[in-house]
């Protein structure tokens, strides 16, 4: 295992990676316990029209990138908010269409040919430092504005009309959540791809939420487990020559079974003890 | 029971173009103990709601220890419908009394030890101590409307609103749970959207009927009109024999003619 780091490449790999768990840990936490993933998996589909946007009108990566996703977040969070009957459906309407901008504005771009599958599984072996420095300080700016919020945000999210009878202002503080998680979603697909990072936010979230007493802890549980499923899916991925994303979510994947089927044998052994007579 | 808590005056409410409730009014005295009672759809919630101040009124106003509804929704303590959708939500009995004390403008100052022993006392008068470290999910129907009320409770408010407390609570636990509700009203005025008129009637001092309008009757008494209101067609129908079973002391049907 050390001798991976002598590579400059694994190095950084690594670093994405444990940088997009303690991101995507702190952020999934919350999209579990919201019920926001598919609204998360809409504003990671609807960001690749910033893509198109951004290569069509040769604008900066990350302005194109960040400007269409926190505008299609902010969207789908007014839906969520004035009518969240319908709010799933029209995410999904969001969701098909940025992703068909994209692909339309970067047919009409001249001379550029952008690899889908990169941006579906990212590429962490090729991760520039620079996007290192950018995923730390976007590392540093959530975890400092949760722990700030943190109260308020527990309070959201475990009883939405309470909150707002206790005088939090809810409908700030969930624009302010989903545009934390549009720029953790624009980041972290840069590096580690869309796919990832749907898992990265869901699997340790879920796995980790019935054996803790807080959300603090599910945060931490979640960055944790997220570490230990990045390392491992990049062992996995030098030892066995596989893609490296893919590798990071099957590890996941396949410890979230294994947790289901202990968790469900654990309930039945319970059940049939219980049903003895003594 | 001589200044009102809350003041409705000529209130009207309506949803869509809807109208849900028209030309309401409506006084809430201290020290009262109010069943909200009607058919589904017949705006209770909705009541409840405009008095916290999360609805305004189309029409008329609302007036909560002198103050409007939206400014005052810190006086009151809400226990809500069972928190369905949050079920497996990680939180402890414990922190969700401390959300109670929720204080948006003062952050940062962690949770004073003082904040915690308040929250343990409250949880302690719903005999709910033993419990204050368990996971809320781990807990039964009625130990959960314990701890929400004893949410509610943490800030000393006003008024406290139940919204049907005692929909995944059984009949044994339902009469306990009122029991405890007229224990709190020594201190504090309460209204309660029910359901069940038999477990209520007993504990209660008054009734208001809320049906698009609403009439508020300063006894406990259950009249002919509210049955027939709760129950359609059982006086004239079916004949009403898991009500009558309970051995309610009141006279609920009108005598022979």
Known sequence: ?????????????????????????????????????????????????????????????????IGFALMAAAVMAAVMLKAKHRADTIIGVIWALGMACGIVLLDLTPGYNVDLMSYLFGSI???????????????????????FFYKDLLALSYDEEFARIRGVPVRTLYFMMICMLAVTIVMV??????????ALLTIPPFIVEKYVKSLAGMMIGSILLGMVFTI??????????????????????????????????????????????? | MESSVVEIR???????????????NFD????DFIAVIGPNGGGKTTLLKLILGLLSPDQGYIRVLGLPASKASHFIGYVPQEINGNRSFPITALDVVLM????????????????????????????MAPYAEARIDELSGGQRQRVLI????????????????????????????????????????????????????????????????????????????????????????????????????????????
């Not at chain 1, 999209?31 to 009108?57: C, D, E, K, T, W």
């Not at chain 2, 809430?28 to 020290?31: H, L, M, N, P, Y």
């Not at chain 2, 069940?196 to 002919?224: F, P, Q, W």
């Open chain 1, 189 to 198: 697909i840069q590096v580690v791809g869309l796919i990832l990072v749907i």
């Open chain 2, 28 to 31: 809430v005295r201290q020290g």
């Open chain 1, 125 to 147: 072996l090729t991760v520039p430092v620079s996007d290192l420095w950018i995923m730390s300080a976007a590392a540093v700016l959530i975890a400092g504005l949760v722990v």
């Open chain 1, 1 to 65: 295992m050390v001798e991976i780091l002598q590579y400059d490449f694994m190095r950084h790999a690594l670093m994405a990676g444990l940088l997009a768990s303690i991101i995507c840990g702190i952020m999934g936490t919350l999209v579990v316990v919201n019920r926001i993933v598919f609204l998360s998996g809409g504003i990671a589909h609807a960001a690749y029209g910033g893509i198109g946007l951004a290569f069509y009108f040769s604008l900066p990566y990350f302005l194109g990138t």
């Open chain 2, 150 to 257: 004893a949410r509610a409770m943490v800030t000393k408010p006003r008024l406290l609103l139940l919204d049907e407390p005692t929909s995944s609570i059984d009949a044994k636990g339902q009469t306990d749970f009122y029991r405890l509700l007229k224990k709190l009203n020594e201190d504090v005025t309460i209204l309660v959207v029910s359901h069940d008129l038999m477990v209520i009637s007993t504990y209660i001092k008054s009734i208001a009927c809320v049906n698009r309008h609403l009439h508020y009757h300063g006894t406990a008494e259950i009249t002919e009109d509210m049955f027939e209101m709760m129950y359609p067609d059982t006086l004239t129908g079916a004949c009403p024999v898991e009500l009558l079973a309970h051995g309610l002391p009141h006279r609920v049907l009108k005598e022979h003619r």
């Open chain 2, 10 to 24: 000529n209130m009207s409410f309506s949803y869509n173009g809807h109208p849900v409730l028209e030309r309401v």
């Open chain 2, 100 to 127: 109670g004390m929720l204080k948006p403008a003062v952050r940062l100052k962690g949770r004073s030890g003082r904040d915690r022993s308040e929250a343990l006392d409250a949880l302690e008068k719903m005999d």
């Open chain 1, 232 to 278: 491992g899916g990049l062992w996995l991925s030098y030892t066995y020559d596989i893609t490296s994303g893919a590798a990071i979510i099957v590890v996941a994947g396949c410890a979230f079974l294994v947790v289901q089927a202990i968790d469900r044998l654990v309930h039945l052994g319970r059940l049939h003890f219980a049903g003895r007579p003594r």
